[in-house]
């Protein structure tokens, strides 16, 4: 899709809009917090499914102390 966009002279944009979407309950995790493990439950089939899963997860996980980091 990057290469059609580009060939195509289009501007490329991806993301998840997961990390703006309004949750319920409020799940917040103050920046820096120091993490060992995180789990998250998700519903139906992981192809269908899995990656917004994934994607909610990180989206709280992101703000522990070195979430920017990998590795």
Do not use: Q
């Amino acid at each position: 899709m990057y290469d059609r966009a580009a060939k195509m002279k289009l501007v490329w944009m991806a993301g998840s809009s997961i990390p703006v979407t309004v949750r319920v309950p409020r799940v917040e995790i103050p920046l820096e917090t120091p993490l060992e493990r995180a789990v998250m439950v998700g519903y139906g089939d992981l192809d269908a499914y899995g990656f917004h899963t994934i994607e909610t997860m990180m989206a709280i996980v992101k703000r522990r102390r070195d979430g920017n980091r990998c590795g």
